[in-house]
């Protein structure tokens, strides 16, 4: 099923018309009514009359986090403060938070895209949706509410937390659709198995999950353990919240609600565009919201984007699934590379601690990548070959992931730097 | 058998200056008898094996001290401290077709012989072909009191 056809299934051209009216429309109320965008555009001496086509987006500056936590509280509203009917906001956890502010029609827009996910998602008004989104000043919660209700859908506004309630309303109401994090849905896995509910006690058919980076094996795992159709969804409090893009049925990237939501991918460095296919940060302009809309927010989400029919019938362009930030990105050759690729190596050789630190280099105009492995007992043998057999199956596994040739060092345990929270696991030496 | 088998103790070193220092003085200062030592070094990382006849407690200080261990079985043969005596014992092994991955030798004043130790990579393999060629295949007991 298909909530909004004639949106979803547009053909390019008359998407691409309609993507550009609305471009010139938002691009104008900023400038006229964010005092943040006037100074902004001005700045970089570029006015809305220069949005001729669609990617004149490319002449406007770009809209970073900083820049919405320094117009905190409500320095980014376009419309008057007595016009927003709601406010979220995102987490705050390394500073002040970033408001977002919704008129009416931004709440109904919100309700729009929600809607659609979820019946992209396989919902309709004969599912019982459980969601375990935490409401309040969080996104999660709210949006899925308002997309369950407008697809008459019930929903069961259980929030987050007190998994033994979940458990027990999952099964006591047969909650169909399951709407968390793909962690918690993990955790709701291993609790009902604890308590020897099976999935055929229970009535789930898909989940929606998101807030989170995650993988294909944690999908499988999901998939297996609680017998429903895991699917992915991406949105940011910054933009609107859940309902930015949702993966369909075909499990092969997420389609991005395109009329509302333009997205482009740069390059984190360069900050240059890149055309269709390459990998690099996904930026996003808000095209329809009234409240407070976004130009051009770096996401800092490493993506792909894939513009195309979809075998499920919709055009809306489609981004892979999520594979790192680029904040920790590194470029090693030309070629992305992510601290997480490395750890997933680790993880895949038994008895090895995945405690690693990663030094890039460029001694001889080359990259080069050296990883330092912890040695563990199991690594371990009286006898040389052994120890550099098993440096060289690393080095292989980590091959595998990144597609790198890389140098492995054994290290003696404990030796790795660790600090409180975020462990340093980059130290590049290039003077880039 | 059993009994002719040998313990060592393998640490594994880093490649980092003061590293067999460290470990060295970790033992010196719990008083730990080291019979023999060896170190095989590579440019990327180095490994120290010993002979020690209190392999547990030796085995939990380095690793309470955070060195990565490992215990496996050696043979010790005793030579005649003379030329050729080496050779003798590597003859023996060769002509049963045993491979011997490292070895190391010790001189002992007392008793007018070199001890060396040797890993073959099937240990009984290793000690039933130097017993039945007439090397003098030496008890952990005869290596601790020597
Ligand atoms: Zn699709």
Known sequence: ?432 | MFKMKLKQISVFLENRKGRLQKALEVLGNANVNIRTLSIADTSEFGILRMIVPDIDQVQSILEEHNFVVKVNDVIAVGVPDEPGGLEKILGILNRADINVEYLYAFAEKKVEQAIVVLRTENIDAGIKALTEGGASVLSSDEVYEL
């Not at chain 1, 094996?217 to 940011?236: D, H, Q, T, V």
């Open chain 1, 1 to 432: 099923m298909i909530w909004n056809e004639e949106a979803e299934c547009r053909a390019a051209e008359e998407k691409e018309e309609l993507q550009l009216k609305r471009l010139q429309e938002v691009v104008k109320r900023a400038y006229e009514n964010v005092s943040y965008y006037k100074k902004a555009f001005d700045e970089v001496g570029v006015s809305p009359e220069d949005i001729q086509a669609l990617n004149d987006i490319e002449k406007l500056p770009f809209t970073s986090k900083t820049d919405l936590r320094d117009a905190y509280p409500f320095g980014m509203f376009a419309v008057s403060p007595d016009d927003i009917v709601e406010v979220h906001t995102t987490s705050g956890t390394t500073g002040k938070p970033t408001v977002s502010g919704y008129t009416q029609n931004d709440l109904d827009l919100w309700g729009e895209v929600m809607a659609r996910s979820l019946t992209m998602a396989g919902g309709d008004r004969t599912d019982r949706i459980q969601n375990c989104y935490g409401y309040g000043l969080f996104t999660g919660g709210l949006g899925v509410h308002y997309g369950a209700q407008k697809i008459g859908a019930t929903v069961i506004p259980i929030s987050a937390g007190n998994t033994m309630r979940q458990v027990e309303i999952m099964q006591d109401f047969g909650s169909s659709i399951l709407t968390c994090t793909p962690s918690y849905a993990m955790y709701l896995a291993e609790v009902l198995e604890e308590q020897g509910v099976g999935p055929d006690k229970l009535n789930l058919k898909a989940g929606v999950f998101g807030a989170e980076m995650w993988t294909e094996e944690m999908r499988e795992e999901i998939e297996k353990r609680l017998k429903l159709s895991a699917l992915n969804i991406y949105g940011l409090t910054e933009i609107i919240g859940p309902g930015v893009a949702q993966e369909c049925y075909k499990k092969d990237g997420l389609h991005i609600f395109d009329d509302h939501f333009y997205p482009e991918i740069i390059d984190p460095e360069s900050l240059k565009a890149l055309p269709h296919g390459s990998k690099g940060e996904l930026v996003l302009t808000t095209l329809t919201r009234e409240g407070m809309p976004v130009i051009r927010f770096r996401t800092r989400d490493i993506t792909t984007l894939r513009p195309g029919k979809c075998e499920c019938g919709r055009t809306l362009v489609k981004m892979d699934r999520i594979t790192g930030r680029s904040d920790d990105m590194l470029k090693i050759r030309g070629v992305i590379v992510f601290p997480s690729q490395i750890e997933r190596a680790l993880l895949k050789i038994e008895g090895l601690h995945p405690q690693y630190q990663i030094i890039v280099s460029r001694p001889h105009q080359l990259d080069e990548l050296e990883v330092q492995v912890e040695a563990s007992p199991v690594l371990f043998s009286d006898e040389v070959k052994h120890v550099e057999g098993v440096k060289r199956n690393i080095e292989e596994h980590i091959h595998d992931e990144i597609g790198l040739r890389v140098n492995v060092s054994l290290v003696e345990p404990q030796s790795l730097p660790r600090s409180e929270g975020k462990a340093v696991r980059v130290i590049d030496k290039r003077n880039l």
